[in-house]
């Protein structure tokens, strides 16, 4: 089962830490109904600002605007990190973010170690991720390395490792920030292929970028956003 | 691609959930993930320490050090009898220990776990288990100490003792719901982590931890007003073969309830911003 209808989505960002976030202010602002803190009215960002939406069992979004325009948020409602101001989604199906895949992996734990941390994040049982751990292993082609400690890795070792933990599992959902580009150019024909069966078995798949001719390669459907408001909404024509 | 039929439309979502019934579940469901809290507070430990022969025990070498010197100094400052006093002061000092770092990174929960609360959906409630899960490894390594000197000062009633585990069990659960609020307010306002670290300061030279409530003479129920004064007595005086003040178990069980009676309600109130907070 894979659907997703989001109604009048609205989130809105009060800009602290300029100088509103501190209790002083606050506490001025209560004391004396706004006339000594002058900045009573925090910077509010409009991140997303009425949105609607309905996805369908088997339609693939892409996400499109320039930076700022709301792409990550709605992945970050989706995923359930954040929860709208006022709207409802309403989200049936399993969820997968890949919006970041080294999440929770720690740099002092071996590789092995984190396989069952980063399973552990992305709610997967020991069990579970037992079951996956050789599949894991082996995709991610890093030998004897995995005994090793995160840190003593290359960057591109790590990212590979963490790809290949983040993608093992199959789910309804996916969410994605950008298409993931990993490794070498040989890895990365493996990535290409190991991303395509995932998305392929995948029910619904929310692809955010700002790459048009990429968007359309892989979606059926673009939603543009800018300002947080959608500003086009249609399917590609193939 | 195929439109499905409008027979496939899913029927419309059961009514968002309320506040309370998500905070509930937050609570609930981060108690469950027990899994993801100990492991992360466990390896959060070993990251701090890694590379370390000793490890954490660094820690219990450094308390260990701490409790023998303030021992005699303090035992003859205050004009004690040291076989009495010393036990008193280590497992005070380590009780406190405990407490005290538990208020001051409850403020902080929500803070540290931002690239968690940006990402993923995790219970909030599992960011303040998980630090309080790494205290009490912390408090469990430490405990070493504690065996050292009840192995030197027996106690008169090692059964007693025992009823310590009780006492440690209220003053974790407490945890639980000034790690909620603490963590919340913290997120929102920043300027209250370092009031906090400045009052367990301050906390540490009012409550009876160097010295006894009895030195108080007449004002003792300064002490008896104090909360941190019976969350330690709910620890230490079992340890130390000594009854309990009468006090001190109803003390911490109305805490406990007035402390998540106005939590709870505050928790369902900005759970939501937490994410945008932080």
Request: aromatic share 10%; proline share 5%; glycine share 8%.
């Amino acid at each position: 089962m894979g659907y997703i209808r989001a109604t009048d989505l609205r989130v809105q960002f009060a800009v602290y830490g300029i100088a509103s976030r501190s209790l002083k202010k606050s506490l001025l602002r209560a004391a004396t109904g706004g006339a000594l803190a002058t900045d009573a009215a925090a910077v509010v960002v409009k991140a997303l600002d009425g949105v609607s939406f309905e996805i369908r069992e088997g339609e693939r979004i892409g996400l499109q605007g320039h930076n700022g325009s709301g792409k990550t948020t709605l992945l970050r409602i989706l995923a359930g990190a954040y929860e709208p101001v006022s709207g409802t989604v309403d989200i049936r199906g399993s969820v997968v973010s890949m919006l970041s895949i080294t999440l929770g992996m720690d740099p002092d734990a071996t590789g092995y170690e984190n396989i069952f941390l980063r399973g552990a994040i992305m709610g997967m049982s020991r069990k579970e991720t037992e079951a996956i751990v050789d599949d894991v292993i082996a995709f991610a082609g890093i030998g004897d390395y995995i005994y090793l400690p995160l840190r003593t890795y290359s960057s591109g070792m790590s990212m590979r490792l963490a790809f290949a933990i983040s993608t093992v599992v199959s789910a309804d959902i996916i969410l994605m920030d950008e298409w993931l580009n990993v490794g070498d150019a040989e890895f990365a024909a493996k990535v290409q292929q190991r991303l395509n069966q995932l998305l392929g078995s995948a029910k619904i798949v929310v692809l955010a970028s700002h790459d048009d001719a990429l968007l359309k390669q892989h979606c059926t459907r673009i939603i543009r956003l800018d300002h947080g408001r959608i500003v086009s909404d249609a399917p590609v024509a193939r | 691609m195929m439109r499905p039929a409008m027979a496939d439309i899913p029927a419309p979502a059961a009514p968002r959930p309320s506040a309370w019934t998500l905070a509930l579940r937050d609570v609930r469901d981060g108690v469950l993930n027990v899994r993801v809290w100990q492991m992360l507070a466990w390896y959060e430990i070993r990251q701090r320490y890694k590379r370390s022969v000793l490890g954490p025990f660094w820690l219990t070498i450094s308390m260990g050090a701490l409790v023998a010197a303030m021992g005699p100094l303090y035992g003859r400052l205050f004009n004690q009898d040291v076989s009495a006093y010393f036990p008193y002061l280590a497992i005070g000092f380590i009780v406190w220990q405990l407490i005290s770092s538990l208020l001051v990174e409850a403020g902080q929960v929500f803070i540290v776990a931002q690239p968690y609360i940006h990402q993923v959906r995790m219970p909030f409630t599992v960011h303040v288990l998980r630090m309080i899960w790494r205290n009490v490894i912390v408090f469990l390594h430490n405990l070493v100490i504690v065996l050292v000197v009840l192995w030197w000062f027996p106690p008169k009633d090692p059964w007693l003792a025992l009823t310590a585990l009780p006492g440690l069990l209220l003053v974790l659960l407490n945890a639980v719901w000034i790690g909620l609020l603490l963590g919340v307010l913290c997120a929102r306002f920043r300027d209250i982590p370092p009031i906090i670290t400045s009052l367990v300061q301050l906390a540490f030279f009012l409550t009876p931890v160097l010295w006894h409530k009895e030195m108080l003479g007449g004002i003792q129920w300064a002490a008896d007003l104090n909360p941190l004064y019976h969350l330690i007595e709910l620890v230490r005086a079992p340890l130390l073969g000594q009854a309990l003040p009468p006090h001190s178990w109803p003390a911490v069980l109305l805490m406990t309830a007035l402390g998540f009676a106005v939590t709870l309600p505050f928790f369902a109130r900005y759970r939501g911003r937490i994410a945008y907070w932080v």
